[in-house]
């Protein structure tokens, strides 16, 4: 298991994924739009958190300044 802060200072997006564990995002400032293949784009805030499960094609994208916790299950 591993945990990781992540700070974004402007717009910036990430490539698909597909990640072989689950995760856990938790947004501290500003807020992150999660893309993936099995439904509508989620607007994560600060405060909330969002799970990621192992397999499915998601990635993250930031139009602000933002501030995320990310943990995984591997």
């Keep these: 298991m591993w945990a990781i ?9 990430e490539e698909w994924q ?6 856990y995002v938790l947004i501290l400032k500003g807020s992150v739009t ?3 293949s099995h439904g509508e784009p ?5 405060g909330n958190a969002v799970f990621l ?3 499915k094609h998601d990635k993250s994208i ?4 933002c501030y ?3 943990k995984s299950t591997l």
């Design 68 to 70: 995320a916790a990310l």
């Design 34 to 36: 999660i893309e993936h």
């Design 5 to 13: 802060r992540l700070q974004a200072t402007g717009q910036w997006s």
């Design 18 to 23: 597909a990640p072989a564990f689950d995760e």
């Design 53 to 55: 499960a192992k397999g």
């Design 62 to 65: 930031s139009h602000y300044e």
């Design 42 to 46: 989620v607007k994560v805030n600060a």
